[in-house]
């Protein structure tokens, strides 16, 4: 029985139609060489029957000529009506003979032969009375003509008789033959009829064993197969160890279910990680985006001071021309300025500080960005391994023909799904590319910021040697007054690019900020493309 599970249906269709096609040839022929044996029987019933009893009505009638023409010889008168009489009896007696041995070719039974011969013996007798009645007769001794003829005709009542008796043992075995032709052909009907029977009760038999072997696995599978369309995955497919159609089906089928319950706990683990990282981006940019509001706030207050230095450094200016009346006041301011100076270095020293963090949180983005455009490669690829696998499965439905329609149906629906996730993943996959131009974009910017605030916070330095220079330089001498001046315009000229510098920064942190902004939609985004692969995955159930 293993060996006929492991061939193909064609095979298996091919060797049940074999087998029936045996069964029936020998069915027919068993019928024919029936009926071809109740044909011959028959026939040579007719044959050796009929022809038997016609040739003893033949024998009987040649006989009964005979005893009329001996009967009428003794009223004949002259010699040539005996004569003519006595050559009819001849050929009435060779015709008798002829009849008789056609009669005994047809006879079976020994005891009928001897019967026969018997016959044959008495009708010999009775010729031997008859011609003597004949030659009587011709010498014209009527009276012992008549007296041997009465003796004859007791012979010939006698054959007759006994040719009644041959004719009755020949209908007799007409009716044996006949029960026996009747016996045969009833033997041959409950034969065929015996067959028949069996041909259909084997055929019943192969009908319910092709069905337990084909359709019962192809019907489980289905059933399966439906309650895996309907999401529910929690049902397994036995091993099978057929290697027909039926069981690649079954096999291909447990390989599918197995593949897409692997597909969607990977895409589970995928979709919560990047429910996580996406969370955290938010979270992120928000401290982010925080930080960002303070360093532009920083910087705001910063180009104040700037301003306000300018300002003092354009009054020392205007003073210095009065170095005499106005170099305890330049010394005042002198002091007053290099005060502002460190708090500007203190002031740039945080904002260095402050770009450098957001430089490194764009970064830290950057790497999770990289991480989620990984998930969304692997979502990817299972999309495209359940887009062959279903590709598959329609071929396989498609060669197992009308019983493979459920299969195919379920194997589009798991292509339209592959479709839908590589859909899916590719939107997050064009989301992380606006993500990643825009960390690149923001990485620029700090690390453009941070040399910005590097030249602002060297400058600035520089501006405070010049203004202890300049202080120095007031309390050593009132004759220093146009070098104080000078010092002053290089002063006015620095601060002037400091300014420049900082409204530099100061862009470039509002430019920061609206990255963090985008960032954070961006991650918000992503959550939301989260929830709509988890409740794509929540259509199946698994344990």
């Known amino acids: 029985m293993k060996w006929f599970e492991d061939r193909t249906i064609g095979t298996k269709l091919m060797l049940v139609f074999l087998f029936m096609a045996m069964l029936v040839g020998f069915v027919g022929?068993?019928?024919?060489?029936?009926?071809?044996?109740?044909?011959?029987?028959?026939?040579?019933?007719?044959?050796?029957?009929?022809?038997?009893?016609?040739?003893?009505?033949?024998?009987?009638?040649?006989?009964?000529?005979?005893?009329?023409?001996?009967?009428n010889a003794i009223l004949d008168e002259n010699e040539t009506d005996i004569d003519r009489r006595i050559a009819n009896a001849k050929a009435y007696e060779e015709r008798f003979f002829r009849?008789?041995?056609?009669?005994?070719?047809?006879?079976?039974?020994?005891?009928?032969?001897?019967?026969?011969?018997?016959?044959?013996?008495?009708?010999?007798?009775?010729?031997?009375?008859?011609?003597?009645?004949?030659?009587?007769?011709?010498?014209?001794?009527?009276?012992e003509a008549r007296a041997t003829l009465k003796e004859a005709r007791i012979m010939a009542d006698e054959l007759d008789v006994r040719l009644d008796e041959l004719v009755k043992l020949k209908e007799e075995r007409i009716a044996q033959e006949t029960i026996e032709a009747q016996a045969i052909y009833n033997s041959k009907r409950s034969f065929i009829y015996g067959m028949i029977i069996t041909a259909i009760l084997v055929a019943l038999g192969l009908g319910i064993f092709l069905s337990r072997s084909i359709a019962t696995p192809i019907r489980q599978v289905s059933q399966?197969?439906?309650?895996?369309?309907?999401?529910?995955l929690n049902h397994e497919i036995p091993n099978v160890t057929r290697r027909d159609e039926i069981g690649i089906l079954l096999g291909s089928a447990k390989k599918m279910i197995?593949?897409?319950?692997?597909?969607?706990?990977?895409?589970?683990?995928?979709?919560?990680?990047?429910?996580?990282?996406?969370?955290?981006?938010?979270?992120?940019?928000?401290?982010?985006?925080?930080?960002?509001?303070?360093?532009?706030?920083?910087?705001?207050?910063?180009?104040?001071?700037?301003?306000?230095?300018?300002?003092?450094?354009?009054?020392?200016?205007?003073?210095?021309?009065?170095?005499?009346?106005?170099?305890?006041?330049?010394?005042?301011?002198?002091?007053?300025?290099?005060?502002?100076?460190?708090?500007?270095?203190?002031?740039?020293?945080?904002?260095?500080e402050q770009v450098e963090a957001i430089a490194e949180n764009i970064l830290d983005l950057s790497e999770k960005a990289a991480q989620i455009g990984e998930i969304t490669a692997s979502v990817n690829d299972i999309a495209e391994q359940s887009n062959l696998l279903a590709v598959n499965a329609t071929i396989e439905a498609t060669?197992?023909?009308?019983?493979?329609?459920?299969?195919?149906?379920?194997?589009?629906?798991?292509?339209?799904?592959?479709?839908?996730?590589?859909?899916?993943?590719?939107?997050?996959?064009?989301?992380?590319s606006e993500i990643q131009k825009a960390t690149n974009t923001a990485v620029m910017v700090t690390e453009e910021g941070g040399k910005r605030v590097e030249s602002g916070v060297s400058q600035v330095h520089q501006v405070g040697i010049n203004v202890r220079h300049l202080s120095e330089a007031i309390t050593e001498a009132s004759n220093a007054a146009r070098q104080i001046a000078s010092a002053t315009n290089q002063q006015v000229t620095g601060i002037e690019q400091i300014?420049?510098?900082?409204?530099?920064?100061?862009?470039?942190?509002?430019?920061?900020?609206?990255?963090?902004?985008?960032?954070?939609?961006?991650?918000?985004?992503?959550t939301q493309l989260a929830k709509v692969i988890s409740a794509i995955i929540q259509r199946y159930r698994l344990n």
């Open 29 to 71: 022929y068993q019928a024919k060489s029936g009926m071809e044996t109740i044909y011959d029987i028959l026939n040579d019933f007719k044959d050796r029957q009929t022809v038997g009893i016609a040739k003893l009505g033949e024998a009987h009638t040649e006989m009964m000529r005979l005893s009329r023409g001996v009967a």
């Open 99 to 143: 009849a008789f041995e056609l009669y005994k070719k047809s006879i079976i039974q020994m005891e009928v032969k001897e019967k026969a011969a018997e016959t044959e013996k008495l009708f010999k007798d009775l010729r031997q009375k008859q011609n003597l009645i004949m030659q009587l007769a011709r010498a014209r001794k009527d009276a």
């Open 224 to 232: 399966i197969v439906e309650k895996v369309a309907q999401g529910d």
């Open 258 to 352: 197995d593949g897409v319950r692997v597909m969607i706990q990977e895409l589970s683990a995928g979709v919560q990680t990047l429910s996580s990282s996406a969370n955290e981006l938010v979270a992120a940019t928000s401290q982010q985006q925080a930080t960002a509001s303070e360093q532009a706030s920083s910087i705001q207050e910063t180009s104040t001071t700037l301003d306000e230095i300018k300002a003092i450094v354009n009054q020392a200016s205007e003073k210095a021309k009065s170095v005499v009346d106005g170099s305890n006041r330049s010394l005042e301011v002198s002091k007053t300025s290099q005060q502002a100076l460190e708090q500007a270095v203190e002031a740039m020293a945080k904002i260095k």
């Open 399 to 432: 060669k197992a023909g009308e019983v493979g329609k459920g299969f195919g149906v379920v194997a589009v629906e798991v292509k339209n799904l592959a479709a839908q996730s590589k859909q899916a993943t590719a939107q997050v996959r064009a989301i992380l």
């Open 499 to 526: 300014a420049v510098a900082m409204k530099n920064i100061n862009q470039g942190a509002n430019d920061n900020v609206s990255g963090t902004r985008q960032v954070a939609t961006t991650a918000e985004n992503l």
